[in-house]
């Protein structure tokens, strides 16, 4: 308890009399005043936070299997088998290189970067923020579409590192061993085959800058962003143990892939003899060479050596990506208007429409999203200020309520 005012009594630990300081709080045998409780208090935060992040915190025995992270990931993302098992492999493959990093031996496993192709909505930054949920090391999505070389307005290539520091709280050993995802990674392709016959600033140079990071050298990051700090210490980090994911749409592969395996994607001129060639899933017959054709540079492609693809969702997988994941979109709006007490359902045939829509807008899952968002925004303006308790969405519903949203930017041509 404080004690009150007394010319006798002395902070413990300062020596600072009661008069001195604002609190005076009284032990068995002595005193402590409020400034040095509230640095006893930063201490002790630090020591701990400190022991906690100077290890990873597991071991080989309790570490999740390849099979077990496959595991976590069905329970958010439908399909995308391919997909999942290559994510799962690589991180279990990450966790173990820094548990080797404790051992002497011969041997070094090197880090093994991942590429992740597929259409727009198929689930690759999904994968991405999914996995992230199971990890011990540091983990962070950023979006290569802001990037440019240094001296350009955009970002620089050390602000991806930045990031992971931010996400590690500026503890180097523990984002020395974290994951990154670069989205967007094809929006920084060669704008030109022709190489460097112009400035590419976010484009070819930007691969350039990157190399550094995907290969593995010390790189100094400016902690708190480089640009409008310049006056800032840089913090060193080796990038040698940091895996990087990268994921992109490559809109348009599908035709480089296409003249590779001389055949056509659409038309009636499409070869007879190649009718072993799935034409609705080109990404599956993608090579480094397709890439290299797309923009990316050799050197890039060299340090990306795993190469997967994300299958074009179907009706059956849209309509179970609707419903049966943990997060569905489905589930969240239930969610919503749970907490307005209100019970929300769906009639199967409602789900079918939504699906049909999603399939005509050609978005992906992402469209399933914006279609019911247009459908239940009625809904979620009147239902919190009245009396009902239930709402039952049924297929006419759902086309009425579309029909007299504003979402006719949706449609695609």
Do not use: W
């Amino acid at each position: 308890m404080a004690k009150k005012a007394n010319s006798s009594n002395h902070c413990s630990f300062c020596g600072r009399s009661e008069q001195e300081v604002n609190l005076l709080i009284s032990g068995m045998t002595g005193y402590i005043c409020d400034m040095c409780a509230e640095q006893a208090h930063e201490i002790v935060n630090e020591t701990f936070k400190g022991s906690a992040k100077s290890d990873v915190g597991i071991s080989l025995s309790s570490l999740p299997k390849p099979a077990q992270i496959k595991e976590f990931l069905d329970q958010y993302v439908i399909q995308q088998e391919n997909a999942k098992r290559f994510l799962s492999v690589a991180v279990y493959n990450h966790y173990k290189r820094i548990l080797q990093k404790n051992v002497k031996d011969e041997v070094e496993i090197e880090k093994s970067n991942i590429i992740m192709v597929g259409a727009t909505g198929t689930g690759k930054t999904l994968l991405a923020r999914t996995i992230a949920k199971l990890l011990h090391v540091p983990f962070t999505i950023v979006d290569a579409t802001v990037l440019t070389e240094a001296g350009y307005v955009g970002e620089d290539i050390e602000s991806i590192l930045t990031r992971l520091l931010q996400v590690a709280d500026y503890d180097v050993n523990a984002a020395e061993r974290g994951i990154v995802f670069i989205d967007e990674i094809d929006k920084i392709a060669r704008k030109s085959d022709n190489p460097s016959i112009t400035r590419d600033v976010s484009g070819e140079g930007v691969q350039q800058g990157l190399l550094k990071l995907l290969e593995g050298s010390v790189v100094n990051v400016p902690p708190q962003g480089g640009r409008k700090h310049p006056e800032q210490r840089m913090i060193a980090v080796n990038t040698k143990n940091i895996l990087f994911v990268c994921g992109g749409a490559f809109d348009g592969i599908e035709k480089k892939i296409a003249q590779r395996l001389n055949t056509r994607v659409v038309g009636y001129a499409a070869s007879s003899e190649k009718t072993h060639i799935d034409r609705n899933n080109m990404m599956k017959y993608i090579t480094p060479l397709d890439l290299k054709s797309f923009g990316l540079i050799p050197e890039i492609i060299g340090r990306l050596p795993i190469l997967t693809y994300l299958e074009p969702l179907d009706r059956e997988a849209l309509l179970r990506i609707l419903t049966e994941p943990k997060n569905s979109i489905i589930k969240q709006y239930q969610k919503l208007f749970e907490m307005d007490g209100v019970a929300l359902t769906f009639e199967p045939e409602a789900y079918e429409y939504i699906v049909d829509k999603a399939i005509e807008f050609k978005l992906g899952a992402r469209g399933l999203r914006s279609i019911v968002e247009a459908i239940m925004i009625d809904a979620m303006f009147s239902l919190p200020s009245e009396e009902k308790k239930k709402l039952h969405v049924t297929r006419k519903y759902a086309a009425q309520q579309l029909e007299n949203s504003d979402h006719h930017h949706l449609r695609v041509a």
